[in-house]
């Protein structure tokens, strides 16, 4: 009987131990945080491309990683480059076809309004 528990606390450490996560989310928690508080678009930034370059290596980019970056360039009037993100998102999480094709064609007419 005094075994019970100490198999139990065995197979539940076993099982804590090979828990991964889906995505690999980096720093994009307390960057989203730090934006919130303080509105740097450049740090910011920073934070989504160092998390997405990390994740791309691994292949586990988080769902609305890639349209957070898109819509902050955009902000800025980086229409063309947005747009590219908007498609990765689209792409990865078919989910956001609807919403991410109408990003898309906002950040297509903000590029070509630029470029004239």
Known sequence: MKLVPIVGAAFLL????????MYEWGSYQPAL???AKN????????ELRETIAKAEKKDRVPPGVYADLGYLLMEQGKGA???????????RFPESG???TKLIAGAESQSEETAQ
């Open 39 to 46: 509105a740097d678009k450049t740090a910011f930034e920073k």
């Open 14 to 21: 076993v099982g804590c131990a090979g828990q991964k996560t």
């Open 98 to 100: 609807v919403f991410m």
């Open 81 to 91: 480059e947005a747009a590219t993100y908007f498609v990765k998102e689209r792409e």
């Open 33 to 35: 945080v730090n934006y």
